[in-house]
Antibody, heavy 118, light 106 residues
Framework: QVQLRESGPGLVKPSETLSLTCTVSGGSVSSGSYSWSWIRQPPGKGLEWIGYIDYSGSTNYNPSLKSRVTMSVDKFKNQFSVKLSSVTAADTAVYYC??????????WGQGTLVTVSS | SYELTQPLSVSVTLGQTARITCGGNNIGGRNVHWYQQKPGQAPVLVIYRDTNRPSGIPERFSGSNSGNTATLTISRAQAGDEADYYCQVWDSSGGVFGTGAKVTVV
């Protein structure tokens, strides 16, 4: 069974860069059958897809965040990561990583809350 | 960008049927996926590609999709079905989630 776990700072200052890593177990980020997504959920609000990266490093980002998002994959550590620059309070959210299987997210991490505050 | 509209809330009597809609322009031409999210937990996939249930999801959960509306149906609703439900599709620009519907079992 595939398991995903997010890790990273829970507090980020405004204008700085948010960095999170997702560690995958029970499966490989090198698999050509899947892509690996980040999704976020502001407190009390709905889900927002941030973007995905696949095994080859190809990416696709939400147009509303594209100018601030960078994703990468580390095949040796079986991890993938997201960086979101120039954060504001509006970026405060629970951030999830998930595995995309032909368009749907069958496996999710437990989520990690990132608060943007000075 | 593509938008998906869901009712803010759906109320269902214990043991009866709940129907949660997801509206989008010609959504019938897309694959729709549904997620259940309970407070403090990550979303769980309950329906994929319109009508398919992942293993472990009760048969009480079913889906349909036609025209401008996709529907998640919960039959014989139980107290444990109380949750937020989100629909999701892929657009040319990426993943799109519905606004979310809160299901209350009374």
């Amino acid at each position: 069974q595939v398991q995903l776990r997010e890790s990273g700072p829970g507090l980020v200052k405004p204008s700085e860069t948010l960095s999170l890593t997702c560690t995958v177990s029970g499966g490989s980020v090198s698999s050509g059958s899947y892509s690996w997504s980040w999704i976020r959920q502001p407190p009390g609000k709905g889900l927002e897809w941030i973007g995905y990266i696949d095994y080859s490093g190809s990416t696709n980002y939400n147009p509303s965040l594209k100018s601030r998002v960078t994703m990468s994959v580390d095949k040796f550590k079986n991890q993938f990561s997201v960086k979101l620059s120039s954060v504001t309070a509006a970026d405060t959210a629970v951030y999830y990583c998930a595995r995309d299987s032909s368009g749907y997210f069958a496996f999710w991490g437990q989520g990690t809350l990132v608060t943007v505050s000075s | 960008s593509y938008e998906l509209t869901q009712p803010l809330s759906v109320s269902v009597t214990l043991g009866q049927t709940a129907r949660i809609t997801c509206g989008g322009n010609n959504i019938g031409g897309r694959n729709v996926h549904w997620y259940q999210q309970k407070p403090g937990q990550a979303p769980v996939l309950v329906i994929y590609r319109d009508t398919n249930r992942p293993s472990g999801i009760p048969e009480r959960f079913s889906g349909s999709n036609s025209g401008n509306t996709a529907t998640l149906t919960i039959s014989r609703a139980q107290a444990g079905d109380e949750a937020d439900y989100y629909c999701q599709v892929w657009d040319s620009s990426g993943g799109v989630f519905g606004t979310g519907a809160k299901v209350t079992v009374v």
